[in-house]
């Protein structure tokens, strides 16, 4: 984007993230997930947008803001989702799970990432990574809303 320094960007992110970890325990305590992760998503779109449109020095850093104030919250809520959700004998397979899919997107994120700048530009490529809170803030609609009907147990089992 014609900044010669990104590091900025990338301390604003992680400072960001780290102060909103601190306190989104307290947040999915109190508030039901649909409502944490559509105004987390929202902030990420948000900075994908800042950065896909700015030219000016100080908003592009500013964009590590919102980005790490969205992705700071949906990991760890994402996380006890995950594991909230399934029977406590399969927490452990839960959570392995989850991290495994993560690591993957991570990867594969990196790699079609770096095709669509190579094809496309650092710009239109912050575009499409708006896909990437867009898709699954979709898929949290819809299973978020969905009611999930509980068996009661038998013995414990």
């Known amino acids: ?34 409502t944490i992760l559509l105004p987390s998503l929202l ?14 020095r100080l908003l592009f850093y500013g964009a590590g803001i919102p980005l790490g104030l969205g992705f700071g919250v949906v990991m760890p809520l994402l996380s006890a989702l995950a594991v909230k959700r399934t029977p406590k004998r399969r927490w452990g397979a839960a959570n392995a799970t989850f991290y495994l899919c993560v690591n993957l997107g991570f990867g594969t994120g ?20 708006i896909l990437t809170a867009v898709i699954p803030g979709l898929l949290g609609l819809v299973y978020l809303r969905r009611k999930r009907k509980i068996k009661p147990r038998r013995n414990g089992a």
């Not at 902030?43 to 000016?56: D, E, G, K, M, R």
């Open 1 to 34: 984007l014609g900044f010669g320094n990104a590091g900025p960007f990338f301390i604003a992110a992680a400072a960001a993230m780290l102060a909103v970890r601190f306190g989104s325990g307290l947040f999915m305590d109190k508030y039901q997930p649909l």
């Open 43 to 56: 902030l990420t779109i948000a900075a994908f947008l800042l950065l896909a449109f700015t030219s000016n």
């Open 110 to 129: 990196s790699f079609f990432g770096g095709l669509a700048i190579d094809a496309a530009g650092f710009r239109n490529a912050f575009l499409l990574g």
